[in-house]
């Protein structure tokens, strides 16, 4: 079965330091990934997409950047966090080929980032 | 993508059926309808997606109608662990660049003892 893991679970950082969340999928290959943020009491924010190593597309433009280097891995960075960075960082992962409904997203369990 | 409308928040009582509508008057032939929950601080979890039938799994029910503008999802038996926000999201259901999903605002259910 599938399973994907994301950490670190709960991040305190300071204003202008760097920043990197993981994610990994286990179970499947050339998933397509994703990176969504959800501000306090907001709703669901995507970030970034990837269909594939190395392909990286950006829904909104912001002081974050993500990678995938390897298939079942996608990074989100930062080099200098604001204060608006906070918020909850989800990972999420769908199967990458045309099937049935194929936008189920399995969802990481989250990243709970506070910059101060 | 078609825009979707639901109401900001509902009440049940536990134990009762839930009914949560959504409005997608734009929605393209192509078009499913998928149905998330996100418990407070966890991620969101895949409730049931439709195309033009009815669809129904373990968790939940989902009634599209017959011009697909609307759809309701139905929990039969709410507890108070289905207390959530639930996002109705229409979408292609093809892979590659077009399987991102756009979450609105979702409705916060709050189930009642």
């Known amino acids: 079965s599938q399973t994907i893991h994301q950490w670190p679970a709960t991040l305190v950082q300071p204003v202008g330091s760097p920043l990197s969340l993981e994610c990994t999928v286990e179970?499947?290959?050339?998933?397509?990934l994703y990176w969504y943020r959800q501000a306090a009491g907001r709703g669901l924010q995507l970030l970034f997409y990837?269909?594939?190593?190395?392909?990286i597309s950006s829904e909104v433009p912001q002081n974050l950047s993500a990678s995938r280097p390897q298939d079942r891995q996608f990074i989100l960075s930062s080099k200098k966090l604001l204060l608006s960075d906070s918020g909850f960082y989800l990972c999420?992962?769908?199967?990458?080929?045309?099937?049935?409904?194929?936008?189920?997203?399995?969802f990481g369990a989250g990243s709970r980032l506070t910059v101060l | 993508d078609a825009k979707t409308t639901q109401p900001p928040s509902m009440d049940c009582a536990e134990g009762r059926a839930a009914n949560l509508p959504c409005n997608h008057s734009?929605?393209?032939?192509?078009?499913?309808v998928y149905w998330y929950r996100q418990i407070h601080s966890q991620g969101p979890q895949y409730i049931i997606h439709?195309?033009?039938n009815n669809e129904t799994n373990e968790m939940a029910s989902l009634i599209i109608t017959e011009d697909r503008k609307s759809s309701t999802l139905i929990l039969p038996h709410a507890t108070l662990r289905d207390t959530a926000v639930y996002y109705c999201?229409?979408?292609?259901?093809?892979?590659?660049?077009?399987?991102?999903?756009?979450f609105g605002t979702g409705t916060l259910l709050a189930v009642q003892p």
């Open positions: 999420a992962w769908s199967g990458g080929t045309v099937s049935s409904g194929a936008n189920v997203l399995t």
């Open positions: 179970g499947t290959s050339n998933p397509n």
């Open positions: 990837s269909v594939g190593i190395g392909q």
């Open positions: 734009t929605i393209s032939g192509n078009e499913y």
């Open positions: 439709g195309l033009k």
């Open positions: 999201i229409v979408r292609v259901g093809y892979g590659g660049a077009t399987n991102k999903l756009i």
